[in-house]
């Protein structure tokens, strides 16, 4: 533009100094023309020449207002260049943004998404609200928008301080004090474990205990003759209770192995073995049942060696102790190596400060609410005292020993009974003391907060799966039709929607038959583990599916039988009560509820509810047999029909039941007769020894001599469930 503007201004000078020379020329001419001019041409016509500024002024004033009128049209283009490029909205995305977000974001309606996303290679229909969109997903929505991208980093929560409490630091060794060892009894399932403790405790435990077996860890002190005192868990040694013995090897000191002398090594020996080496925990070989006369302690030392428990007899270090549970020999023997052991280990703990340690066990009491039973590792325990253990607090409202008397303070290697809790901890939970109620729910918050947090990532890992599966799927159907018209497609795509048939009602019943609906209700929350590491084991799903709607501690509930109805399920109780009331709203209901007391045989109950699930299977019972003899055919009108001369071998041969011709060990042919005679008379059975002619229904069937005919019947048989728990 402003090389116009120089092209007109010398122009005008041009023009300038043309008029300039032309006015000058004039003015030397006009005197000698005035005098001939003067009375024809009037004064008016000399003004022009006279005057040459005024020109030039015009001039002037015509290209000032042309510099104006560029000048504005130049400002006109910039700012509506400028309001054009305002007019493009900026957009902040960020990567793995969701649909939802993205259309906030644009400030628009989240259809506007999915028409900006068709025609692409993006499967709409898997798109949902919450759908990550990958980056170029993101750049074609604003792009076809007309808006302008802006990457931001990713929008990140603002991270909150943690608020966790911790164990305190290693005590200073001047204040520790002597402490008494805390022993665990594992070893096989009735090898005397129990019965070896009540010895030491003169208690009946044993007698009270369901089948014979432990099914918790108790805790016990126990104050020998000479003053000592030891603490006692006393661990299942049955196959269901693997956790439970492993959460008792972490907690212990010393581990008492019961070895049965006329048993010997059993699978949960070898675990209870290894679950001490994995905590690090010395072993006290305790072989009992020697009182018997197969008893065999030599042969349980050599068993033993194989799995690196050497005793002492055999250059080891592992003491073994000969002992009889039942008549209580050798038991102070016992004591005394486990206290020998014990002062060798130098056991010390700081009581002062506050309290840390373990819950050995849970449960909820109908009477008190939920109750812990405890090892106290550091400082004492007193009432009042603020606790928290996992995603639970308490404030200590009474403590009680083993035998349920109240005690006022606890302290370490000392098992307690803990009543105050606002929600039940898990078994094996870290307790740790705080100052106050406000920092103990703080301490939960943030245990809530960090484990939906993990849950959140793992729920995001789980999308982004899906999605990759869904573009995957969606890339191969592409890929499938691309070649083919468009009307093609189509014909195709219906033809596979036609395959699609909805499920009957019958179909959808059966379906639902293969699936049991459980809820399972135990005493103490280390019941309920034991149980679900059970089912963890469920490996015949392609049978029935195995569907775990709830599971808790305490007693049936008007909850558990409403989600039972639900879900069609049934109701599982180990070692609870269902109520008169409980009982009469489940059989209303038509709900089952089913209470054990021995966990095995809760197994078993399980095994057939699942069974009762399956169909029949169908098995052929044979009735007799018959050789073929010869063969002829028989003209009945128009036709000939083949017949058969047999021989019955065994049993019977029954025409109404069902019959297969077999031949060099292959079934050719399943069906029924049509006729069965003896000489000439139709007859309806055949025994041993007889002869007789029969024809069959399928004409086709071309009998030889040397085929065998079988008569059998069909009958339904229940199912068995081929999952196998181990025990």
């Not at 022009?48 to 000048?71: C, E, H, K, N």
């Not at 194989?306 to 209580?328: I, K, P």
């Not at 017949?643 to 029924?672: D, M, T, Y």
Request: aromatic share 6%; glycine share 6%.
């Amino acid at each position: 533009m402003n090389q116009k503007i120089l092209k007109v201004e010398n122009l005008l000078r041009l023009h300038t100094i043309c008029r300039q020379l032309h006015n000058l020329s004039q003015s030397q001419m006009l005197p000698q023309w005035r005098h001939l001019f003067s009375s024809a041409y009037p004064v008016w016509m000399a003004q022009p020449y006279t005057r040459p500024w005024q020109t030039d002024a015009l001039f002037g004033a015509a290209l000032s207002q042309y510099r104006l009128l560029v000048t504005k049209k130049e400002e006109r283009s910039r700012k509506s260049q400028l309001s054009s490029t305002k007019s493009k909205k900026e957009v902040e995305v960020w990567i793995g943004m969701t649909v939802e977000e993205l259309a906030r974001a644009m400030e628009k309606d989240i259809d506007c998404i999915y028409e900006a996303l068709m025609n692409t290679t993006i499967d709409i229909d898997s798109l949902e609200a919450d759908s990550h969109l990958d980056e170029v997903w993101i750049k074609e929505v604003i792009k076809k928008a007309g808006m302008k991208l802006k990457w931001s980093k990713l929008k990140q929560e603002k991270v909150r301080e943690n608020k966790d409490a911790v164990r305190r630091p290693q005590a200073d060794p001047a204040l520790l004090t002597p402490r008494s060892p805390v022993v665990t009894i594992m070893g096989h399932v009735d090898h005397g474990k129990t019965t070896l403790l009540d010895k030491l405790r003169k208690t009946q435990v044993a007698a009270m205990e369901a089948g014979g077996i432990t099914q918790h860890i108790g805790a016990f002190l126990v104050s020998l003759p000479s003053g000592e005192k030891i603490t006692f868990l006393d661990t299942p040694g049955h196959a269901a209770f693997s956790a439970m013995r492993a959460r008792g090897a972490q907690v212990t000191d010393i581990v008492i192995l019961v070895v049965a002398a006329d048993d010997g090594v059993m699978k949960q020996t070898v675990e209870s073995i290894q679950h001490a080496k994995d905590a690090q925990v010395p072993i006290v070989l305790a072989i009992n049942k020697c009182d018997k006369a197969e008893a065999d302690p030599e042969k349980v030392k050599k068993e033993l060696l194989a799995y690196d428990v050497v005793c002492e007899d055999y250059g080891g270090d592992v003491q073994a102790v000969h002992v009889s549970a039942l008549t209580g020999d050798n038991l102070m023997a016992l004591a005394e190596a486990t206290i020998t052991l014990a002062e060798m280990l130098e056991l010390k703990a700081d009581p002062t400060g506050p309290v840390e340690g373990t819950v050995i066990e849970s449960f909820t009491d109908k009477g008190r609410g939920p109750v812990t039973t405890a090892i106290i590792q550091r400082g004492t325990l007193r009432k009042g005292s603020i606790l928290v253990a996992g995603k639970s607090w308490a404030k200590v409202r009474l403590m009680f020993d083993e035998n349920g008397k109240a005690i006022n303070e606890a302290c370490p290697s000392m098992p307690v009974g803990i009543i105050g809790w606002r929600d039940l901890p898990s078994a094996g939970e870290e307790i740790l003391e705080v100052e106050s109620e406000p920092r103990a729910r703080e301490v939960v918050d943030w245990r809530k907060y960090e484990q939906e947090q993990e849950k959140n990532k793992e729920d995001l890992k789980m999308i982004e799966e899906k999605r990759k599966e869904h573009q995957e799927a969606h890339r191969k159907a592409r890929e499938k039709y691309g070649t083919l018209h468009w009307k093609e497609r189509s014909f195709i795509k219906y033809q596979e929607k036609k395959k699609q048939k909805p499920i009957k009602p019958k179909e959808k019943a059966e379906r639902d038959s293969n699936v049991l609906p459980i809820i399972i209700k135990g005493d103490v929350d280390g019941s309920v583990e034991a149980i679900l590491n059970i089912m963890d084991t469920y490996d015949a799903s392609h049978e029935c599916e195995l569907e775990l709607v709830h599971f808790g501690v305490g007693d049936i509930s008007e909850n558990d039988v409403n989600l039972a109805e639900t879900f069609h399920g049934v109701i599982y109780g180990f070692n609870v009560n269902a109520g008169n009331v409980i009982q009469q709203s489940a059989a209303k209901k038509g709900v089952q509820i089913k209470l054990h007391k021995i966990i095995y045989r809760l197994i078993e109950d399980l095994q057939g509810e699942l069974s009762s699930r399956l169909a029949c299977t169908v098995e052929e019972h044979v009735i007799g047999e018959a050789s073929i003899l010869a063969t002829f055919s028989v003209t009945e009108g128009k036709k000939k029909v083949p017949v058969a001369g047999c021989r019955v071998q065994k049993g019977q041969l029954e025409k109404p039941k069902k019959f297969k011709l077999i031949r060099n060990g292959h079934v050719i042919w399943k069906g029924s007769l049509t006729s069965l005679k003896h000489h000439k008379d139709d007859i309806s059975i055949i025994k041993t020894g007889m002869d007789c002619g029969l024809s069959l229904d399928d004409e086709n069937i071309e009998f030889k001599v040397g085929d065998e005919i079988v008569c059998y019947e069909e009958k339904e048989v229940p199912a068995k469930t081929s999952w196998d728990p181990g025990f």
